[in-house]
């Protein structure tokens, strides 16, 4: 190969492989349209040449920023992060697979009071756009619709729903929901109450509640609606929602927290109230965080593939980017039991 004075370029390249310039481009960036052998003697020309891709130069050509943008939203915490410890644990597979495709990731905290839905895009700060929560959904909706209308390239980690705005991944919360109720009544409890807003509010809640009836009717028992308290994801409305069970007097054996976050808040207002779990409460939760498995007892709980999560919404977000079509996918749960419902 002769030497080449000064750094190497995609011309140079393509004049050595006997290419255009655009094959080159094209087999540096592992496109399909070119086949195998051209683009393995290109890139192994672009080694002896030690060529570097200019990120800002084929970003600019193509009109992308190399970017996306991860959006997470304020939840109520008893710390100062504000940020569901479910979504933290789903960060580093959503960093990863973002690598992987070449892409940077920008992460940015969002109150929802303000106006997140403005575009990423026309400012060219991110190619698309990843939610990570979005507090109430019906008042969320407008704003999914406002960025489906300008055209915004969008994925977010929720339930999928019949006529939703954009696209969603998400567990498949009522089967998650239907086993680890299935779960407590082969322990033998009879009376379940179900901590959570189960209301088109909170979606993921709703469907976890729709799993939980659902066992409850296959094994011939009555869905009781004394048992059901409304909560949303933190310790205290769990530990709230169990001194309302208590202090009505309302008889139970067993909880259903629709978060892990809600079940250790539940735990919490059984000890106090001098209630042993789970020899006279079992206790339940969803998510596995990494929490569940360090208190004492440890929590059983509905598992939700974080990993597998985060690889989806990266590849169906650049997906949607490159103008290929997209679907909601609805990835299955898997449950994790320990101590808290009488595992060894």
Avoid at 33 to 40: A, D, G, L, S
Avoid at 217 to 234: C, N, S, Y
Wanted: aromatic share 6%.
């Amino acid at each position: 190969m002769a030497p080449i004075k000064g750094k190497a370029t995609s011309l140079d390249i393509a004049h050595l492989a006997g290419v255009s310039q655009p094959t080159v481009s094209r087999a540096l960036r592992g496109s399909p349209m070119v086949n195998e052998e051209t683009r393995k003697r290109i890139q192994a020309i672009a080694a002896e040449l030690n060529y570097k891709v200019d990120k800002n130069a084929s970003n600019l050509r193509r009109q992308h920023s190399g970017t996306i943008a991860l959006l997470f939203f304020e939840d109520p915490t008893p710390d100062d992060s504000q940020i569901n410890p479910f979504f933290l644990s789903m960060l580093g597979s959503i960093t990863r697979a973002c690598a992987l495709q070449g892409y940077d990731l920008l992460i940015s905290f969002q109150q929802l009071s303000t106006n997140w839905q403005a575009d990423y895009e026309d400012s060219n700060k991110a190619d698309g756009l990843i939610l990570l929560g979005y507090g109430d959904y019906l008042e969320a909706q407008q704003r999914l619709q406002k960025l489906v209308r300008q055209g915004t390239h969008f994925v977010r980690w929720g339930a999928v729903l019949p006529d939703q705005p954009g696209v969603s991944i998400g567990c498949d919360n009522r089967q998650g929901g239907a086993d680890i109720t299935r779960h407590l009544l082969e322990q033998g409890r009879r009376r379940i109450a179900f901590i959570g807003d189960a209301s088109n509010h909170y979606p993921e809640f709703l469907e976890r509640y729709r799993g939980y009836g659902q066992a409850l009717q296959e094994a011939g028992m009555q869905i009781d609606p004394r048992l059901q308290v409304d909560a949303i994801t933190t310790e205290q409305a769990g530990y709230d929602a169990v001194l309302h069970l208590l202090d009505q007097q309302i008889t139970f054996d067993a909880l259903f927290a629709a978060s892990d976050l809600i079940a250790i808040g539940a735990m919490k207002a059984l000890h106090e109230r001098g209630l042993v779990v789970p020899q006279q409460v079992a206790v339940a939760g969803f998510d596995d965080i990494p929490m569940a498995g360090f208190i004492s007892p440890g929590l059983s709980t509905v598992q939700q593939d974080t990993k597998l999560a985060g690889t989806m919404l990266v590849e169906t977000l650049l997906r949607q980017i490159n103008g290929e079509p997209v679907e909601s996918r609805v990835l299955p749960a898997r449950l994790v039991l320990r101590r808290s419902t009488g595992m060894a």
